[in-house]
């Protein structure tokens, strides 16, 4: 499974999108892309997840380029219980493997 | 996650203690895993299990065994616990369709081994 770069931090003014870039530079034609969010010490949350196309649902957006070497995590209008740990993952089922969720970006936002 | 479930969710242990830390589901998932999680760090798995038969070491097993007693129970042990195992311990099962695959995470169990 391909591994994942993003930043170690970010803030972001409540209200405002928050827009979490991923580096995945090395991700393979049948590998998806996942972000998964821990807020403080609970058990990760699974947000959203892409293949190619661009996708939203009800907590985010996800912006895959297109040559899917980078995706970005969107929060449309960020609030201060979406201050957490944004996991990007990148795999493939069936693969045997696990999902490497490295150490994600600390999102907080500031009222 | 109501549906995965953890327990104990603190713990407390002495060095050389065996101690057992037990996973539950209500999700009717084949795949479970255990993973643990230091201060600051992300998440490291330790072991996986993709049905009752097939039980998989992850990337931290040394010092862990697991049991599948069934498809809805996913118990870790330490046999003899030591310090550097003070973690946060997660449950987790997943389900896949079509190619994608998400996981459920238990409320974790906080353990310190002194």
């Known amino acids: 499974d391909a591994k994942t770069t993003q930043p170690p931090s970010m803030d972001c003014a409540e209200g405002r999108a928050a827009n979490l870039p991923c580096n995945h530079s090395?991700?393979?034609?049948?590998?998806?892309v996942y972000w998964y969010r821990q807020i403080h010490s609970q058990g990760p949350q699974y947000i959203i997840h892409?293949?190619?196309n661009n996708e939203t649902n009800e907590m985010a957006s996800l912006i895959i380029t297109e040559d899917r070497k980078s995706s970005t995590l969107i929060l449309p209008h960020a609030t201060l219980r979406d201050t957490a740990v944004y996991y990007c993952?990148?795999?493939?089922?069936?693969?045997?493997?696990?999902?490497?969720f490295g150490t994600g970006t600390s999102l907080t936002v500031i009222p | 996650d109501a549906d995965v479930t953890q327990t104990p969710r603190n713990r407390i242990t002495k060095t050389g203690k065996r101690i057992m830390l037990e996973c539950s589901q209500t999700?009717?998932?084949?795949?479970m895993y255990w993973y643990r999680q230091d201060p600051g760090l992300g998440l490291q798995l330790i072991y996986y299990?993709?049905?009752?038969?097939?039980?998989n070491k992850g990337e931290i097993s040394d010092g862990y065994s697991v049991s599948r007693q069934a498809q809805a129970k996913f118990s870790l042990s330490l046999e003899s616990a030591i310090p550097n195992q003070t973690a946060l311990y997660f449950c987790?099962?997943?389900?896949?369709?079509?190619?994608?695959?998400?996981?459920?995470f238990g409320p974790g169990t906080r353990l310190l081994v002194l």
């Open positions: 987790a099962t997943s389900e896949g369709t079509g190619g994608v695959e998400t996981q459920y």
């Open positions: 090395t991700i393979s034609g049948n590998e998806y």
């Open positions: 892409g293949l190619k």
């Open positions: 993952i990148v795999r493939v089922f069936f693969t045997g493997n696990q999902f490497y």
């Open positions: 999700k009717g998932h084949d795949r």
């Open positions: 299990s993709f049905d009752v038969k097939d039980i």
